[in-house]
């Protein structure tokens, strides 16, 4: 009957009501009952950090978020700092913190304290909708991961269970719009990255998953030639067929050659094409100038892609740049480039056994199952720069509409949150 009831609360009402367990220990159902004692000021935090804006490019209110936590986590006596980035890179920095013990298994907690939502943005504060529900710019994305981080290790704190573990904090102020070159924006996470076991990632989850992979997400520019002339002359030996038709051929050349491949997408997102284009990469727009009496001189063609694994990078990025040089249409010439992003987390076993400690977290809290959610449907997140380390991502609070002025964080969920992260974490560094 027990678990009848369970199902139907999982299925039905939303976030699941805890469900008693012989599997917990004595000292688990203590960190439970100090998290119960938390859950209500652990709300009020959550309320004040959304009502900051910190959107990326609002570096004051990033720093402000990340001093807040900064000076929490102080309290738990966890060591914070916070790492500046150079005036080139044009971003506020990011938030560690960390504790060093000598027992369990190392761990890098991830979380971030941006934004997409600007300071010129019209959704700005945290608006409760009922059911226990809110609309709350950055909720779930991630503001509400962060404060099950806090929340987390704060119990774990108070119960005197992780004095000689080492536990680091990583939470970015650039993770909507990272900073440029990647190599030293996401340094500090790297090097944390190096210093531990597992990696724990707290962007937003969804109810009975968690994420054992993402897929990379980097960018693809084509730049095609060709030769300006009387339209009357297109296909002539001497003018060829023209920029725009030489770019037509490219890509439909990579539709029918290059996808197919599990994970694999590639998306061209932006193209021009005429006598002459411009294109601000940082605006996302551009212009081209062109007359149906003149062949086309130039085209140009902004993408972006994804996938599962570093091999499945490479061997795309092969497959279009032979496409793109070999075949030119007469009169043009044609050159593709590739931009950094974030690298793929691969699906591994090591991964898998995670999850499958972390779904038996979850089981013996009464809160059900986890299964791996599909790497297809997730966007890149920061725990892949440091894929070369076990991890699972999406432990923070369920939410719906992130990116977006209808973003909702599930209020109810940050105590299932809380407390599957403070077992996890517990029991990852006995």
């Not at 934004?115 to 959704?123: A, I, K, L, N």
């Not at 551009?286 to 990078?313: C, H, P, Y």
């Not at 009464?366 to 380390?389: K, N």
């Amino acid at each position: 009957m027990k678990v009848l009831t369970t199902l139907f609360m999982l299925l039905f009402l939303g976030t699941p009501i805890l469900v008693s367990s012989q599997a917990l220990s004595s000292q688990e159902k203590k960190i439970l009952k100090l998290i119960d004692q938390d859950l209500d000021e652990a709300k009020e935090f959550l309320i004040k950090v959304v009502n900051i804006n910190s959107g990326t490019m609002n570096h004051k209110g990033v720093r402000k978020v990340g001093q807040l936590f900064g000076d929490a986590f102080n309290e738990l006596s966890m060591k914070s700092l916070w790492v500046e980035l150079p005036d080139s890179v044009n971003r506020a920095g990011h938030l560690v913190v960390e504790k060093v013990g000598g027992t369990g298994k190392r761990l890098l907690l991830i979380g971030h304290l941006d934004t997409v939502f600007e300071e010129d943005s019209p959704f700005q504060k945290y608006e409760p909708i009922g059911d226990n529900k809110a609309k709350a710019p950055g909720g779930q994305d991630m503001k509400g991961g962060d404060v099950v981080i806090l929340y987390a290790l704060k119990a774990l704190h108070a119960a005197g269970v992780i004095n000689d573990a080492t536990i680091t904090v990583v939470m970015t102020g650039d993770e909507e719009k990272p900073g440029k070159p990647l190599s030293v924006s996401r340094e500090a996470l790297i090097e944390a990255g190096k210093r531990s076991d597992i990696a724990l990632g707290f962007e937003g989850g969804r109810p009975g998953y968690g994420v054992t992979a993402r897929r990379s997400s980097s960018g693809w520019k084509l730049e095609v030639e060709g030769t300006r002339s009387h339209s009357s002359r297109i296909f002539s030996e001497n003018v060829g067929s023209g920029a725009i038709f030489e770019v037509a051929r490219i890509l439909n050349a990579f539709h029918e050659e290059v996808k197919g491949e599990e994970y694999l997408t590639f998306n061209p997102g932006v193209i021009l094409g005429g006598t002459m284009v411009d294109y601000d990469h940082s605006l996302n727009k551009g212009t081209a100038f062109g007359k149906t009496n003149v062949v086309s001189q130039t085209a140009l063609v902004q993408g972006g892609m994804r996938t599962i694994s570093m091999d499945q990078l490479k061997r795309t990025q092969e497959k279009m740049k032979a496409i793109v040089e070999n075949g030119n249409l007469p009169g043009t010439s044609a050159s593709i480039s590739f931009t950094e992003g974030y690298p793929p987390m691969s699906p591994t076993e090591e991964n898998k056994k995670i999850l499958d400690e972390f779904d038996q977290v979850s089981k013996d809290l009464g809160y059900g199952p986890i299964e791996a959610f599909d790497p297809g449907a997730r966007g890149a997140a920061d725990v892949s720069f440091v894929s070369f380390i076990p991890g699972i991502d999406g432990l923070g609070m369920f939410g719906e509409g992130a990116h977006t002025p209808q973003e909702i964080v599930d209020m109810g969920s940050l105590e299932l949150a809380v407390k599957r992260a403070a077992i996890l974490i517990y029991r990852l560094t006995r």
